[in-house]
């Protein structure tokens, strides 16, 4: 390892904020100019524009003979996705949920998440379960745009200033911003990958510790851009659609695509298998209850959040540098801070519940006897 990786690194990371800012900006005026609603803008538009680093990486990392970082990179970014930006974004401000999300995009996450653990369960992401993924998010997105018109319809709205407290632009420059932005997240793509790599090799780090950390981290910092915007404008379930909208891209589009393109599958490392796919499937149901039970995700929620994705990241750089404390930190997760926060999550979810049915039954009195 030399300067020249790291400097590679940090000039990838730039360019794919760079050119993941630029194709949000003009995927979302030309997709406003065919009259899509803010919330569609968010989950469809928003979520693709900002799932085209992780695409563009794990194209990258697939042509350079490195699927270990293609895997890692989208498992890590849907962890990074719930556990560090809406945890962020709960703690700058408690996230309002619409019940379209909810009751819709949150269930479609998870059962995509599921889908992509069961297809990797054979070391493998074959072209047919490529055909499978991208499938679901088709679908996915077919249904959340009919739902959208129906949205689009209601008076006062203006579809691109909520989503994205930007001004719109001219058309032409929208189809620059987005032509300067697929460029940008290629060649971005290309020098993260590379500078990483050299480093993984150097520190004796795998390629999927690497993918599911700094890689990871780095094209997820588009999403977390759109959700602190959305955050200052107000637009709370901007911020919980765009991070949903771009985990169900990220394993649809970002596995599913290169999986069927290269032809021969995208094998995943037994690591993943074992230990970071089921956290990331553990991480999406975890969000499921807490949005259901009030429509909303709390400042302590979010706190939690961020608390586990600190620990599983020390976790994971503990293991692969075979550091002595890994054994003692792994019992103190199993044992202790994994179930105190399965039994935090139970009784928050039973209390929420019981708050949500005892309105239920004073809207019913109230109508009853109104």
Known sequence: MNIIDIVLVLVGLVLLVLGGEALVRGASTLAAKVGLSPLIIGLVVVSAATSAPEFAVTVGA????????????????????????????????????????????????????ILLVAVSLDGKISLFDGVLLLGV????TIVSIVMGKKESSRPNLDPVEPALNTKPV???????????????????????VTGAVNIATYLGVSSLVIGLTVVAIGTSLPE?????????????????????GSNIFNIGLVLGLPAIIFGEGIPVPSAA???????????AI???????????????????FVALYVAYTAYLVL????????????????????????????A?????????????????????NG
């Open 224 to 244: 977390l851009a759109t959700s602190i915007i959305a955050l200052r404008r107000g637009e709370t379930d901007m911020a919980v659609g765009n991070i949903v």
């Open 170 to 192: 001219p058309l032409w420059l929208a189809a620059i911003l987005l032509a300067a932005g697929i460029g940008l997240l290629v060649l971005g793509a290309q020098f993260l």
């Open 137 to 140: 998010l088709v679908l996915h």
């Open 286 to 304: 975890a969000l499921l209850p807490i949005a259901f039970t009030g429509f909303v995700i709390a400042r302590w929620e979010g706190g939690m």
């Open 348 to 368: 928050v979810t039973s209390y929420e519940a019981g708050l949500l049915r005892e309105r239920v039954k004073n809207r019913a009195f109230e109508q009853n």
């Open 62 to 113: 697939v042509i350079d003979g490195e699927p270990d970082l293609a895997v890692g990179n989208v498992v890590g970014s849907n962890i990074v996705n719930i556990l560090l930006i809406l945890g962020i974004s709960a703690i700058i401000s408690p996230l309002v949920i619409k019940r379209q999300i909810v009751r819709f995009d949150i269930p479609v996450m998870v059962g995509l998440t």
């Open 273 to 283: 298998i074992a230990l970071d796919m089921p956290l990331m499937l553990a991480t």
């Open 319 to 346: 293991a692969s540098t075979e550091h002595d404390a890994a054994e003692g930190f792994t019992s103190i997760m199993l044992w202790f801070v994994l179930p105190l926060v399965a039994v935090t999550l139970i």
